[in-house]
Structure formats: C-alpha cells, structure tokens
C-alpha cells in the first residue's frame, strides 16, 4: 500500500507539536492543580491544612512547599483560570 503526498502531509499535521498545544496542556494542569479539594481529597493522603508545617525557622519541605504551591494556586488563578478556559472554548469552537 503506498502513501501519498497529500496523506503524508494530513498524518504530519495532525500529530504536530504547537505551541498550542503546549499552551493547553499547561491551562489543563493548571485546572488539575485548581480543582483539589483539600476537605475531600488531600488530607485523605495525608496532604491536609494541618500537616507540612514546620517550625519557625525551619526551612520548608517539599510537602509543604507543594501544599503552599495548591494553595496559591487554587487562590490566585480562580478568576484568570475562567477567562482563559472561556477564551479557549471559543477558539475551539471557532477554528476546531
């Protein structure tokens, strides 16, 4: 079975890798980051409000700067994380 030019062509453009692309990936972690509930999920693995808190003085630890981290997250993106979902569901919707 031989493959033409133009099959050739339609296979390499929809495997490529854009910037786009990129770009969503990191808007769909940012969500995965944003939608941890700390009550229902977290502190089931021991990643509570309560746990990861060191002492004065002590420098933190990944666990903690991780907490930290989800919740600057979850604060700071909330509003930003629906203009740029809502931007790209539009952009989706337009150009496929």
Same mark, same amino acid.
């Given at each position: &079975?031989?493959?033409?030019?133009?099959?050739?062509?339609?296979?390499?453009?929809?495997?490529?890798?854009?910037?786009?692309?990129?770009?969503?990936?990191?808007?769909?972690?940012?969500?995965?980051?944003?939608?941890?509930?700390?009550?229902?999920?977290?502190?089931?693995?021991?990643?509570?409000?309560?746990?990861?808190?060191?002492?004065?003085?002590?420098?933190?630890?990944?666990?903690?700067?991780?907490?930290?981290?989800?919740?600057?997250?979850?604060?700071? &993106?909330?509003?930003?994380?629906?203009?740029?979902?809502?931007?790209?569901?539009?952009?989706?919707?337009?150009?496929?």
């Amino acid at each position: &079975m031989r493959v033409t030019q133009s099959q050739q062509k339609s296979r390499s453009a929809n495997m490529a890798f854009t910037l786009y692309a990129l770009i969503q990936t990191a808007i769909l972690f940012t969500n995965a980051i944003a939608v941890l509930h700390e009550e229902r999920f977290l502190s089931k693995i021991g990643w509570g409000a309560d746990q990861g808190i060191g002492g004065f003085g002590d420098e933190p630890g990944i666990k903690a700067q991780l907490l930290n981290l989800i919740r600057s997250v979850r604060t700071v &993106m909330r509003v930003p994380l629906i203009i740029v979902n809502s931007v790209c569901i539009v952009l989706l919707l337009l150009f496929g």
